[in-house]
């Protein structure tokens, strides 16, 4: 062999090399198709042949150029060239590529290199995604053509489902006509590429099916997904990745929206646009159409269109809706449709039928509501810009509806008071007269979009009283269609002309003040029945069947503000008895003394409502009482203050007391002269410590309220989300007052990174868990409205003490202290055995490192399982589903918290595996984070069935049996 054999033979070598793509990650590394033409000269291959001693005959080296090139490169790589003859004699081209190891363990002596051969082969298969496919199966060890990992896409709080930005080689893409991907900085499309957390095959498939329908759609803002594909056991969508994100991250860009014509067209174009998609998706076909159900802002993407510098000073964004795989496929059009699975809407933008009419069927105008939220926000956003945009939608905290109740309990729905209170301002603003586009637009929203009345009126009653119905999606389409063509004939103005006088623009709706004058009523009012007869001492309000006492200051002004008074222990007065004589009218000076210190007080500030929970709920009637205490949230949070008699010991006793005297000593300097008195300033003794403080209940208040007055014996306290203050003067600031006096719970958290959120909701439920209730099973009660609170905020869904973003870690929950007691369920619905507030006592987590835990997505939430899968038995608990495993070899005691440890287990205790460590370094076993379960039923067979959560442990390997295959269960 000569020098230059060498030479040439060592150049194949490093052309291979040199092509290969992710060549750091051995896992990952690739060889892109495209370099395979003309990437050897027959002078290297003869050279690497003689190299190896095989004789290069022309019949040899044109098989490996034309028929086996990844064979041979696969060879090379192994330093076994000299094989390739026997490929030749069988005549095995790379067609057969990728092969079992078993297929070519003939053409080798050592069964090691036949392995080795079936390992090498994947880095030279990688796919190509071509047009006209669209599903694919890879095996595990197939190498995807991906060239980078890009950042992570920010759609939302999900267990199903995460979002990566990834670049794609672009010769393993196959683009259609026209369509145009995002490239990085060496030319590679950018795509969207969406791993399905759970390895189940039947929500993918559901997915799949749908998105292969959308991909026909004749619309520029529908997604049109770019493959599916099962990598191993793992379920992967790929989309096109959108530059801008998505709209909500378009809207708080810092980008301001303008108000000349040209810029409101480009908005109305992306409207229409936007319709038009929804009823084509809507109606698919003859036979076939699909609803959305969770349609929001951050599921519409911002794709880049055009040129930046296009010279029309319109954003370059093209809008499109995106995540339609949860669409439910539905085969037969009607109005309404069985109950379905696509129960995963965004609370916020879910229509009313979602609590009017729980598991119910869902028709196709649930998606007609959630788009008038959207273009509500939108016009806010073009109008007043991000920061009021923000602020507006922080106030309305959930949806844009509230649900009532009529007087035999039935549940309906109104469009908020706060949302009808943006369409006035909107309305009155300069900009938004009569006649032009966004005028036009919110009379389109509210009058066919945001209407919570979905049923095709049967003969219509005169046209006059005829109710609003809300439209489906032609309607909505052809609304905004008349709007864009008009402002392209210049028949409709964009906006309003300024006025002669020059006046700036208004500031936005949360700038507003919100005072109730010539007897009309304050927007939390709208669902309560007023009645005026008597003097100032004799006048009751009646709230469907409440009472609510109340003054006037003879103002002229009415102020309707609710104010609460919380206190240690419930008086006897909210028995049905004592209701009934309170609804024909009272003399004040009747009231208890603590009553009565209270209404001192709401006189005092001018404020004509008073509310007592414990006069206006009927204590001993359990359906007022679980109508009323899901409406706390609204009560706290809608209060002008709220009044704690954290002084009083019972309602007898008062809280407007003598004040202990406060010695002073005079201290003369030169002219001047001060006064020395001892510190009366201590928030932690008189309010965090007080008897008050101590139950369940008062902690809600407390939070959800927007500013609290503290009465105690020597002082009182102002707290509101700017801290606390003193009768001295003193100001207070402390990470508790932060969030407790928030006036918007939680948002004080929102700034928090990941570890302090998980760090502020365990610390909030335990010390919740450590508070006293004067009934056990209130606990899911007494904290529901500061819940509904935490999940809005976090972007997530729950409940029961449970967060579904950080799903794991909220089970992982432990006695604080002995033991923990099962509560009876008396009252409410059941709370399922995996949540600690099926249980009475103090509560703990158990540690588990960030970053260093891989938890399993094996584990289905009852939350956000998507579809979901309810059982439909509302008098059962939630379940979630796992595989369950058995306990092996007696772990030691120290590793298990037992929730009720005295209680006898009736079956064999297993457990659920929620994440495992990394292996140790120093060999010790790799430790597992497991609940521990008991079977209840056998209702499902040996293979299945119901179980119920006993306790939690940290176990190493050896004491759970990964030796049999886990079986699936469900946990109540």
């Given amino acids: ?42 002078n290297e291959v003869e050279a690497t042949l003689r190299k190896c001693g095989t004789n290069p005959t022309p019949d040899l080296v044109n098989f490996i150029l034309r028929k086996a090139p990844k064979i041979f490169a696969i060879l090379v790589t192994m330093r076994q060239p000299e094989r390739i003859i026997s490929f030749q004699h069988k005549d095995f081209g790379q067609e057969k590529l990728p092969v079992e190891q078993g297929l070519v363990q003939d053409m080798f002596e050592d069964e090691n290199d036949s392995s080795d051969f079936y390992d090498k082969q994947w880095c030279f298969v990688s796919p190509i995604f071509t047009k006209e496919r669209f599903r694919y199966k890879f095996s595990k060890f197939h190498r995807l053509p991906y060239t980078t990992t890009g950042k992570k896409a920010n759609p939302g709080a999900s267990h199903y489902s995460k979002v990566k930005e990834r670049s794609i080689h672009a010769k393993h893409i196959d683009l259609w006509p026209n369509q145009v991907l995002a490239n990085d900085d060496h030319g590679n499309p950018r795509v969207a590429v969406k791993e399905l957390l759970s390895s189940d095959p039947g929500p993918a498939e559901q997915e799949a099916s749908v998105l292969e329908m959308v991909r026909g759609l004749q619309s520029d803002h529908m997604i049109k997904a770019i493959a599916y594909y099962q990598h191993g056991e793992k379920h992967y969508f790929m989309f096109p990745w959108a530059e801008h994100g998505n709209l ?16 409101i067209i480009w908005v109305f174009r992306q409207l229409t646009g936007l319709a038009a998609a929804i009823e084509k998706l809507h109606d698919l076909s003859q036979s076939r159409s699909c609803r959305h159900g969770d349609l929001k802002p951050e599921n519409i993407l911002c794709f880049r269109d055009g040129d930046d510098e296009n010279g029309t000073q319109t954003p370059a964004v093209r809008m499109v809706i995106t995540d339609v795989g949860l669409a439910r496929d539905h085969i037969e059009r009607t109005q309404f449709r069985e109950s379905t699975n696509t129960r995963v809407s965004t609370k916020r933008y879910a229509g009313p039928e979602m609590d009017v009419n729980p598991g119910g069927p869902l028709s196709r105008r649930f998606d007609i509501w959630s788009m008038g939220c959207i273009f509500l926000e939108f016009v806010l956003w073009i109008l007043y810009g991000e920061k009021e945009l923000v602020e507006c939608t922080k106030a309305l905290n959930s949806t844009f509806y509230q649900t009532i109740r009529n007087n035999s309990g039935r549940a309906t729905a109104e469009v908020k008071p706060a949302v009808q209170n943006w369409v006035s301002y909107i309305r009155k603003d300069w900009r938004c007269p009569k006649g032009t586009a966004l005028e036009k637009l919110v009379h389109l929203i509210t009058d066919k979009l945001l209407v919570v009345n979905v049923q095709d009126s049967p003969p219509p009653p005169p046209p006059n009283n005829r109710p609003k119905s809300r439209t489906y999606a032609p309607g909505m389409r052809k609304g905004l269609e008349d709007i864009l063509k008009g402002l392209e004939a210049n028949s409709i103005k964009p906006v309003g002309d300024r006025p002669p006088n020059d006046p700036p623009a208004p500031l936005g709706p949360s700038h507003s003040i919100s005072t109730t004058k010539d007897g009309r009523l304050a927007p939390m009012a709208t669902s309560t029945r007023y009645v005026s007869n008597g003097s100032i001492d004799r006048r009751t309000t009646a709230r469907q069947a409440n009472t609510r006492l109340n003054q006037s200051d003879r103002s002229g002004i009415k102020s309707l503000q609710n104010v609460q008074i919380g206190f240690s222990k ?40 008073l509310w007592i929970d414990s006069v206006c709920i009927v204590q001993d009637d359990a359906e007022d009482w679980n ?30 007391k003598a004040r202990p005297v406060r010695r002073c000593i005079p201290m003369t300097f030169g002219e001047a002269t001060y006064y020395a008195c001892e510190n009366i300033d201590d928030f932690g003794t008189h309010v965090d410590q007080s008897e008050l403080n101590q139950r369940g209940w008062v902690m809600q208040e407390r939070a959800l309220s927007r500013r609290t007055i503290y009465f105690v014996e020597n002082q009182s306290y102002w707290e509101c989300g700017g801290g606390v203050r003193c009768e001295t003067m003193t100001k207070m600031n402390n990470r508790k007052a932060s969030f407790l006096g928030d006036a918007n719970f939680p948002h004080s958290a929102e700034k928090y990174v990941k570890g302090l959120r998980i760090e502020f909701f365990q610390d909030l439920y335990i010390r919740y868990s450590k508070l006293a209730l004067s009934f056990a099973f209130d606990r899911p009660i007494a904290i529901k409205g500061l819940e509904n609170r935490l999940l809005s905020t976090f972007n997530t869904t729950g409940g029961y003490g449970v967060l579904d973003r950080y799903f794991h870690r909220s089970l992982l929950w432990k006695r604080g202290g002995e033991t923990l007691r099962r509560i009876p369920n008396t009252r409410g619905e059941p709370v399922p055995s995996w949540s600690w507030m099926a249980y009475d006592g103090s509560i703990d987590y158990v540690s588990a490192p960030g970053g260093k835990v891989s938890w399993f997505s094996n584990i289905k939430s009852p939350f956000s399982r998507a579809p979901s899968d309810s059982s439909g038995h509302e008098d059962e608990p939630l379940a979630l589903e796992a595989p369950v495993r058995g306990i092996i070899n007696d772990p030691p005691d120290g590793s298990i918290f037992l929730d009720e440890p005295a209680g006898a287990l009736t079956q064999p205790m297993e457990c659920v595996v929620l994440g495992s460590g990394s292996t140790s370094s120093s060999g010790g076993f790799q430790r597992h984070w497991v609940i521990l379960i008991q079977q209840m039923s056998n209702d499902n067979g040996p293979d299945g069935g119901v179980y119920e959560r006993v306790g939690v442990a940290v176990l190493e390997g050896r004491h759970i049996d990964f030796r049999d295959e886990a079986r699936e269960i469900r946990i109540q």
């Fill in 1 to 42: 062999m000569t020098t230059e054999d060498n030479v040439l033979a060592s150049s194949l070598k490093r052309k291979i090399w040199g092509k290969m793509n992710q060549k750091d990650d051995p896992l990952q590394r690739f060889f892109p198709e495209s370099y395979w033409d003309g990437l050897w000269h027959v």
């Fill in 248 to 263: 909500w991250e378009f809207w708080t860009s810092g980008s301001r929206a303008r108000l000349d014509k040209a810029y």
């Fill in 570 to 609: 419930l008086p006897d007065a909210g028995s049905e008895a004592h209701f009934k004589g309170l609804k024909d009218g009272f003399k004040v000076s009747d009231l208890p003394k603590t009553f009565l210190d209270a209404v001192s007080v709401a006189r005092g500030l001018g404020l004509e409502y």
């Fill in 627 to 656: 109508i009323e205490s899901k409406l706390m949230e609204q009560v706290f949070s809608s209060a002008y203050c709220t009044l704690a008699a954290s002084c009083a010991s019972g309602t007898n006793d008062g809280f407007l």
